[in-house]
């Protein structure tokens, strides 16, 4: 019952079936938004107009469509596939090769009727047939007049890496799926913060306690005046507050410590640092809005403490100034850092407030998956070196020579035919 078992779990049908089930649940985790609140869910799957006639929120939520590559169905399609793998590497990929090893002799001249291709040479020397074989780097193996010889055994080993570099993605993504978490910070500039913002994480996570401190962020411009990137210098610290690594990063550039990477995803702008006539240092926050070109901050400088009357500051960049305008909407003028500029009394620009937005994630599979994918090139690599049998019998003065091949079969004809010619 056992064997009857494992070889339909073994079975290359099942194994498609499976394949073809997680390939159609990852089409689904691609198309339905994953990790979002329940407000997203509601507002695009609503009950009274269910997507497809029968897709709404609540049964979203219900069969866990919502995350779906975390579910205990999905991993569970994962386990299956890969004790699939596993057991057709043991029950079939392994014997087969096993048997490839093995010298299979033919005892019957009848044996060579059935391969691709044979002939028979009449008064020709065994041995100088034998001699051109092993310039061919055959291995060749002997008892008394017949003759077994192979070459590109390991060719045979490609499916076994194939199913090796498999299993081990799968792993990796199991491994990611159950440990590995992802946050989203909003870090002013010179702010030391902690990973507090869990956007999601598995069940089996621990949130490292590791502190930061942004030391600087800035924005590169494009003669457009289009952003070119964004960049931090991020410092990792100690418990003690002490620097033990610092870099500064980009998109697509992360900081990497101790498998945590710090990603740059977004920026902001919060706040402006002003003094005015009696030296008195005051911050005004950033409020941000967005138009057709992209943010857009402003905030309002009262003149009194009515808060009735006053300016309004307009800021779209890092670049250094920001734009002025009254309470009526007519331009005053721009202001740019350490300059002053009376409106109602004379103030000084010392500061633009600006946050970095970073990713932080984990994901202790990578190392698995990266492996995986590079045993997979290696397997594509090897299954295309050719396995090549040959057969020989010495009967009554003539030679029963016959080959076979499982690839490359043009190839193995002409050299089949250098190894059977008189001259």
């Not at 210098?233 to 507050?241: A, C, E, K, V, Y």
């Not at 309004?312 to 670049?319: A, H, K, Q, S, T």
């Amino acid at each position: 019952m056992k064997q009857k078992l494992f070889r339909l779990l073994a079975d290359l049908r099942f194994s498609i079936f499976i394949l073809l089930l997680i390939s159609f649940c990852s089409i689904a985790g691609t198309v339905i938004e994953q990790d979002q609140s329940i407000e997203t869910y509601k507002i695009n799957y609503p009950l009274t107009n269910p997507v497809f006639g029968v897709l709404s929120w609540d049964y979203i939520l219900k069969f866990g469509l919502d995350h779906i590559y975390k579910t205990w169905w999905f991993l569970g399609l994962i386990f299956l596939f890969g004790l699939s793998l596993v057991l057709c590497s043991f029950l079939q990929q392994l014997p087969s090769l096993k048997i490839a090893r093995r010298c299979q002799f033919f005892r019957k001249t009848e044996q060579f009727y059935r391969l691709k291709i044979s002939t028979i040479l009449n008064k020709f020397s065994f041995n100088k047939v034998v001699s051109r074989i092993k310039k061919k780097q055959y291995s060749i193996f002997q008892q008394k007049n017949i003759l077994y010889c192979y070459k590109g055994l390991i060719g045979r080993i490609a499916p076994i890496i194939v199913h090796f570099s498999m299993i081990l993605i799968l792993l990796g993504t199991i491994f990611g799926s159950l440990f590995g978490f992802k946050a989203q910070e909003i870090v002013p500039k010179t702010e030391n913060f902690h990973i507090q913002n869990i956007l999601n994480t598995g069940p089996l996570t621990i949130i490292p306690k590791t502190s930061a401190r942004v030391n600087d962020f800035w924005i590169t411009y494009t003669k457009k005046k289009t952003i070119s990137q964004f960049y931090s210098d991020i410092s990792i610290l100690n418990r003690d507050g002490n620097e033990t690594d610092r870099k500064t990063i980009y998109v697509n550039y992360p900081l990497i410590y101790k498998g945590i990477y710090y990603y740059q995803t977004d920026w902001n702008l919060i706040g402006l640092r002003f003094q005015n006539s009696n030296n008195q240092i005051i911050e005004y926050p950033l409020i941000n809005i967005l138009n057709n070109q992209g943010k857009v901050w402003l905030t309002w400088i009262s003149d009194d403490q009515t808060l009735n009357s006053g300016n309004i500051v307009i800021i779209d960049n890092l670049e250094g100034y920001c734009s002025i305008y009254n309470e009526r909407g007519k331009f005053i003028g721009n202001i740019e850092l350490n300059e002053t500029m009376k409106i109602s009394q004379p103030i000084t620009l010392l500061e633009i407030i600006s946050s970095t937005g970073l990713q932080i994630k984990t994901d202790p599979g990578i190392p698995m998956i990266y492996s995986g994918f590079f045993f997979l090139m290696i397997s594509t690599l090897i299954s295309y070196i050719t396995y090549s049998q040959i057969w020989i019998i010495q009967k009554n003065q003539k030679i029963f020579i016959g080959g076979n091949t499982n690839r490359a079969v043009f190839e193995f004809e002409l050299e089949f035919f250098k190894i059977c010619k008189k001259k």
